[in-house]
């Protein structure tokens, strides 16, 4: 049935045969609703991403403590929002990009302890699956600081459970490094796209390693059912997880004080652009949702993905959202940017943001690196391929005539794009030793 469904729509929908193909693409979600609208119905609202960011808060003393390099922020995990006004001219001349307004790059490249995006979701479901372990076993009283949580007494409890997870690579980062800090058993379970050095590093830091030869849909299965073996294992579930979405999210609310220290408005006269690289869709769907929240018609989602890896794309046009890979379609699923090296989308994100996603567009391996190039020597800032992606929306925004006629039916007229901030969400790269660093720049030349 989906199979038949999927030939036909190869046929009838141009977006998708050109994916097919491996070509870049440039899609407009016809299903967008207004924000109140798509909002409405959701399972999850603003009280959710509230308690959230109020549970991040209660840990702000606890992580102080566990990774010092937090301390300078008092706990908080955030990152910086740079204007990148040389790469933006880059783009322009480049790549006939159109941005109108200012270009800003939103550095989860450089949050700390993960170094990419999953500093936000991963942590937070660590923290929050903390949280529930300390209340039960007695650890925290209530008005009690977290502080205790990283003392020995707390370290002894934690060691006798287990956290897995299944990860292309920066996910697995994020959790095993802040689980082995906790004090947890930590098992990763790693695809075949994952890079080298990040399953050596998380070694080092004391998590243990499961490799496989598949791609990261079974490494993910492989991960569910050794833990759900183990009654005092927690399995984290990229695919379906609430926790990890809301920790996302609350991105949106730290952007909201960002761009208000910034002078940047944000209203029907000032649009805000967004472009966030996707895997399996959890990051850039929890991120979007917020936004939603927060800016609502204002706010303009994009989702960027490799063309051998367009998931959610497939998934959002053919509506069949998990029920489809790539392979169906025809394409590998493989890409040098191995955080998006993901076959088969997240079904709970993809019908979240069926009515809020303004588009996608994707992007080829090889820009990855000439984007790559030209962000270090313009702005002297690092980001891995996958982050990378994130410049493929204001490259091609507005120079598509899809992107044009989208910004028309908004009623976003000259002056308003005039007034407008577009921000390429960098996902990651803090993290990739210098010796990779070089070996990407090298690629790019
Ligand atoms: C994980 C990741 C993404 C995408 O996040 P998903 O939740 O998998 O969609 C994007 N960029 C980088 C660098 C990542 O590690």
Known sequence: MCATNLKEQLHTDPVLAKAAVGEEVFWINPKLQSAAQGLASQELGMEDILDAQARLDRFAPFLQLCFPETAPQKGLIESPLTPIPAMQKWLEERFEATIPGQLLLKQDSHL??????????????????????????????????????????????????????????????????????????????????????????????????????????????????????????????????RSLFLGYAVAALRLKDQLANQNISVDEEHPLFVTIPCGVGGAPGGVSFGLKQVFGDNVHCFFVEPTQAPCMLTGMVTGLHNQVSVQDLGLSGHTEADGLAVGRPSGFVGRVMEPLLSGEVTIKDEKLYAFLQGITDTEGIFLEPSACAAFQGPAELLKQPAGQAYAAAQGLTPVRLANSAHIAWATGGALVPQNIREQYLLQAR
């Not at 942590?123 to 949280?131: A, D, P, R, S, W």
């Not at 980062?173 to 998380?202: E, P």
């Open 112 to 241: 700390a302890i993960a170094g990419s995006v999953k500093a936000r979701g991963g942590i937070y479901e660590v923290l929050q699956h903390t949280e529930e372990l300390a209340r039960k076993g007695g650890l925290l009283q209530p008005g009690e600081s977290y502080a205790k949580l990283a003392g020995p007494e707390a370290r002894n409890f934690f060691r006798q459970y287990t956290i897995q997870v299944g990860s292309t690579g920066n996910l697995g980062l994020s959790i095993g490094i802040t689980s082995a800090a906790i004090g947890y058993r930590v098992i990763v379970h790693m695809s075949a796209d994952a890079k080298q050095w990040k399953k050596d590093l998380l070694r080092e830091k004391g998590a243990e390693v499961m490799e496989y030869s598949a791609d990261y849909s079974e490494a993910v299965k492989q991960g569910r059912a050794k833990s759900d073996a183990n009654p005092k294992s927690y399995f984290i579930d990229d695919e379906n997880s």
